[in-house]
C-alpha cells in the first residue's frame, strides 16, 4: 500500500469555514493547515482512495472532514 499527505497550501477561505464551525463545537485547534491524503494499493484490483482532512497544532493532530 502507497500513503501520500498533500498540504493545500493558500485555501483560506476552506479554513475560515472550518474554523467557524469548528468554534461552535467548542473546538480552538490552533494552526490548522488543509490536507488531503492518498492512498492506494499496489495489487492494482482496487483503487484509490481520498481523504480530505485539517491537521492542527505541533502535534499535527488529525481532524477527518466528511463522514468515513
Given at each position: ?6 498540504e ?16 461552535l ?44
Amino acid at each position: 500500500m502507497a500513503s501520500a499527505l498533500w498540504e493545500l497550501s493558500g485555501e483560506n477561505a476552506l479554513l475560515d469555514a472550518c474554523r467557524k464551525e469548528l468554534a461552535l463545537h467548542g473546538k480552538t485547534p490552533d494552526e490548522m493547515k488543509p490536507v488531503v491524503r492518498i492512498t492506494t494499493s499496489d495489487t492494482g484490483s482496487g483503487g484509490a482512495n481520498i481523504f480530505p482532512m485539517l491537521v492542527s497544532g505541533k502535534e499535527n493532530t488529525t481532524i477527518s472532514l466528511g463522514s468515513r
